[in-house]
């Protein structure tokens, strides 16, 4: 089977890292407000937003940043540098139940986890025992949710050897070069590397839908997986008024995107650091979405109550209350 060396690895996808991002900063109460999302699908979303001027009205001259790892952007969202910010919809709940004020405004995607490998017979999650596996981000949403399903797949911890990345990239790097079995990533890093491997006369496959997986342990394949989340300065600056003015934005801009792919992926791809071609061609399995977060908030609870079953502080101890809920 053949492989790429470390180098070549790191050369063919220098143009997938991840942004660096800017140390935010506290804004000024008449400055413009910044919106930060991670290097994941949905930011497109919000970057089209953003660029497009579909939320000139309610935060004139918004900005949007990619936030480079979960544990920069919890402290920054905690520390209040980030005030709007597309993050894992556990993370929300669980700042919210500690009482950041942070609330959530949406539902951004129902999920776009895949395991990828070069070999095609490892279509199941019984499949990887004994095998290497690499997963961004340790303690984060795909952990979590790998957890649950190896629990429930009657799988030990260890069984499944998880080999951690510092970002997608690094996964992505990791499979190339031979030195894991298969890869858990999100999208787009998942269509990333079905379409590079190709440059270098690798096959490489989608070879469990996360979601698919899910839906055998919850009985729904939909995974609330991340949203659009505000802080209570966040909040009090737009007023109720435009809180629900934003998420109408969020609406029309999602419509917009998935009308013109292209067009959403080019106003992201400098930010995400993915090629636009690649955005764009991950949006048919990014099951995208601008839900009401009230109209998601029965999903998000057994999504909450199921990843709580081993550990209630993923989520602070409960379900959130209905402040947490922001339209």
């Excluded at 017979?121 to 997963?135: D, E, I, P, R, V």
């Excluded at 992926?265 to 839900?291: K, Q, V």
């Amino acid at each position: 089977m053949a492989h790429l060396t470390r180098r070549q690895a790191l050369s063919a996808f220098s143009g997938l890292a991840v942004a660096t991002l800017a140390a935010p900063h506290v804004a000024k109460a008449e400055a413009p407000l910044t919106f930060y999302g991670p290097p994941a699908a949905p930011s497109a979303v919000l970057a089209h937003a953003v660029k497009g001027g579909f939320l000139k009205d309610v935060a004139p001259g918004a900005v949007f940043k990619a936030w480079k790892t979960p544990d920069e952007m919890r402290a920054a969202v905690a520390s209040g540098s980030m005030g709007a910010v597309v993050m894992p919809s556990y993370g929300v709940a669980n700042l919210h139940n500690r009482g950041l004020g942070l609330g959530l405004l949406n539902v951004l995607t129902t999920g776009l986890l895949y395991i990828v490998s070069k070999d095609e017979t490892l279509n199941s999650l019984q499949s990887l025992s004994g095998k290497t596996l690499a997963l961004p981000f340790k303690n984060d949403m795909p952990d979590f949710v790998l957890r649950r399903l190896v629990a429930e797949n009657g799988l030990k911890p260890g069984d499944i050897r998880l080999e951690y990345a510092a970002s997608p990239p690094e996964a992505v790097q990791l499979l190339l070069t031979g030195r894991v079995d298969a890869a858990l990533l999100s999208e787009p890093a998942a269509t990333a590397v079905l379409i590079k491997a190709k440059s270098f006369f690798m096959t490489v496959h989608r070879t469990i839908d996360i979601q698919r997986e899910w839906a055998k342990v919850a009985g729904k394949a939909e995974i609330p997986q991340a949203g659009l989340a505000l802080t209570s300065p966040v909040q009090q600056k737009l007023g109720r008024a435009g809180i629900e003015a934003l998420q109408d934005a969020m609406e029309t801009a999602l419509a917009s995107a998935m009308a013109d792919p292209k067009m959403a992926a080019a106003a992201a791809a400098d930010a995400l650091g993915f090629p636009p071609e690649i955005i764009a061609a991950s949006f048919p399995t990014s099951h995208l979405c601008a839900l009401k977060a009230s109209a998601a908030r029965a999903d998000l609870e057994a999504f909450y109550d199921e990843l709580a079953r081993a550990h209630p502080a993923i989520i602070g101890g409960r379900r959130p209350d209905d402040g947490f809920y922001l339209v």
